[in-house]
């Protein structure tokens, strides 16, 4: 007797187990608001602000500080100076935040120059001879894989101290 209830506790117990495996109703209708197909990114026709928000703000935040805890550099102040050495212009659209985003050439070739701007997140980091990115520089560059970003970073910042540049990007060591 004891063992038929133990068993029948078991099954009482395991039967929301199995219902919670049931197979989903195909018929069942979308959520309100969710009745049409998301737009893909490339498509939406988002502002660049709004693209800087979805593709790099969590992991540079929003004005760009970075995070020296999540291993983040500072873009602001800082990222013009990528483009005063060797490669660092073709870096910055390698980064797989940026070769790997979702946005179009175009888009990303937009965003770039945005964040390089003087009244932007480069601020007074931008070279006096800042030549805008072009949607075929982008593409001819973007999908060349970045095997080694920390090596190829290290390199870039290893430039900037043989130019002179003061390095303040939030996580390299003096």
Aim: glycine content about 10%.
């Amino acid at each position: 007797m004891r063992s038929l209830l133990i068993v029948g506790l078991v099954c009482a117990m395991a039967a929301p187990l199995a219902m919670a495996r049931a197979i989903p109703n195909p018929n069942q209708k979308h959520a309100p608001g969710n009745e049409s197909p998301q737009t893909p990114i490339a498509q939406a026709h988002y502002s660049t602000a709004v693209n800087y928000q979805l593709q790099c703000a969590g992991c540079h935040l929003g004005d760009g500080e970075g995070s020296a805890a999540n291993d983040t550099p500072r873009m602001k102040g800082f990222v013009g100076n990528f483009l005063k050495v060797d490669g660092g212009r073709q870096f910055l659209v390698r980064v797989p935040g940026m070769s790997q985003s979702a946005l179009s050439n175009a888009q990303l070739a937009e965003l770039i120059n945005w964040i390089m701007r003087e009244d932007g997140m480069a601020g007074k980091s931008m070279p006096a001879n800042y030549q805008p990115y072009t949607e075929q520089e982008v593409a001819a560059i973007r999908h060349e894989a970045m095997l080694n970003l920390p090596s190829t970073r290290a390199g870039l910042i290893s430039q900037m101290r043989a130019q002179g540049i003061v390095i303040d990007d939030g996580i390299s060591k003096p």
